[in-house]
């Protein structure tokens, strides 16, 4: 009797590589007229800043265990807070980059103008869901890229006060039980993960696409005291047993941005941090937070609000304004609209 030819020949083994983040970027650009490689350097320079941060994530469990006290550790450095920490270092590392003539954070008061002619703005909230981090909870960096109008000029606030719809790539990075890395550059929406072992991302999750309609909602159901009568029948609405409608809808809630869109972003559904009577614009930001999120899921062919207004069509008049947020699925998102209109669902 023959072997079959698989165990007679088994041939080489074939090393298990696939796209880097590096690789996937730099072969979108090649397809863009007049690239120059700047854009891929930063978000190069992203993906370097977004490894540091997550490394000294990953320690800061342990560095509080061995007893680092206050704001000095044992060698006598400062030790600051991971969210100041991660500013910085996103900070450190785009000025470095050169390509940033504005850097802007939620951390920071006011941005951050560099000299050097330069092509882009970046916005950045270098350490969402930060309540999560002393009981080990998944956190993440959010962020957004703008290219300049005039690249030889000393910029100015005015030109980082731009509505969504100009951003050139947003993404985040996801501090999770594996980190992952989401972009869009405006060619749909990929996810990488990185391989800790050699500090590399990896595209694990080719073109995402929000379902059109989920099964979970995503909200603070601790303030419902405090929001509008639209909010609070959607709420009831998706509570109540319907079966062709697929209700009642689970309910999840991590209390992270990053971690609340990740799984709304892939799995479908909704999030939605309305606006309430303590926060009657809500409590998100629109550049660090609302604009880059908005953004990656209109990429992935879902939809974003502030309650009824497309986000990306905001144009904010200061730097750290805030907006309600609401976006997951289209047909999600759009009975939460109209709730908030008073119309028939
Ligand atoms: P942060 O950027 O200071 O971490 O705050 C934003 C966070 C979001 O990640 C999350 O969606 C929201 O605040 C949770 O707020 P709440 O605790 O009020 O539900
Ligand atoms: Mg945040």
């Given at each position: 009797m023959s072997e079959s030819p698989v165990s007679m020949h088994p041939g080489p083994i074939q090393p298990l590589v696939g796209t880097t983040l590096r690789e996937h970027?730099?072969?979108?650009?090649?397809?863009?007229?007049?690239?120059?490689?700047?854009f891929t350097s930063l978000i190069n320079h992203l993906s370097l800043a977004i490894r540091i941060i997550n490394s000294?994530?990953?320690?800061?469990g342990l560095a509080g265990m061995l007893g680092y006290t206050g704001n000095t550790n044992v060698q006598g450095e400062a030790v600051q807070k991971l969210d100041i920490y991660a500013n910085d270092v996103l900070l450190n590392v785009l000025e470095r980059s050169g390509h940033?003539?504005?850097?802007?954070?939620?951390?920071?008061?006011?941005?951050?103008?560099?000299?050097?002619?330069?092509k882009y703005i970046a916005m950045f909230d270098p350490l969402d869901g930060s309540s999560?981090?002393?009981?080990?909870?998944?956190?993440?960096t959010i962020f957004g890229i703008i290219r300049r109008k005039v690249t030889d000029s000393k910029p100015t606030l005015e030109e980082a006060l731009r509505p969504g719809y100009e951003i050139a790539a947003a993404g985040y990075a996801l501090y999770g039980p594996a980190t992952q890395f989401v972009l869009s550059t405006g060619q749909g929406v990929h996810g990488f993960t990185l391989d800790p072992s050699i500090g590399e991302f990896f595209l694990s999750h080719p073109n995402i696409r929000c379902p059109q309609k989920g099964t979970t909602y995503s909200v603070n159901g601790g303030n419902r005291a405090l929001w509008s009568e639209g909010t609070r029948k959607w709420a009831e609405f998706?509570?109540?047993?319907?079966?062709?409608?697929?209700?009642?809808?689970?309910?999840?809630?991590?209390?992270s941005l990053v971690a609340d869109a990740h799984r709304t972003l892939l799995k479908g559904g909704i999030f939605a941090y309305p606006a309430d009577e303590k926060s009657p614009k809500g409590k998100l930001r629109i550049l660090y937070e609302a604009n880059p999120m908005a953004f990656l899921f209109e990429q992935a062919g879902g939809m974003a609000i502030d309650g009824v207004n497309r986000i990306l069509d905001v144009q904010p008049k200061e730097l750290h304004e805030r907006t309600p947020l609401v976006l997951?699925?289209?047909?999600?998102?759009m009975t939460f609209k109209r709730f908030q209109l008073g119309q028939q669902v």
């Open positions: 970027v730099l072969s979108g650009m090649q397809a863009a007229p007049g690239a120059t490689g700047e000294r994530v990953r320690q800061a940033c003539g504005i850097i802007a954070s939620e951390e920071m008061d006011d941005p951050v103008f560099t000299q050097h002619p330069s999560n981090i002393d009981t080990n909870g998944t956190i993440g998706l509570k109540a047993s319907d079966k062709a409608s697929g209700r009642p809808y689970g309910s999840r809630y991590i209390g997951g699925s289209v047909e999600d998102v």
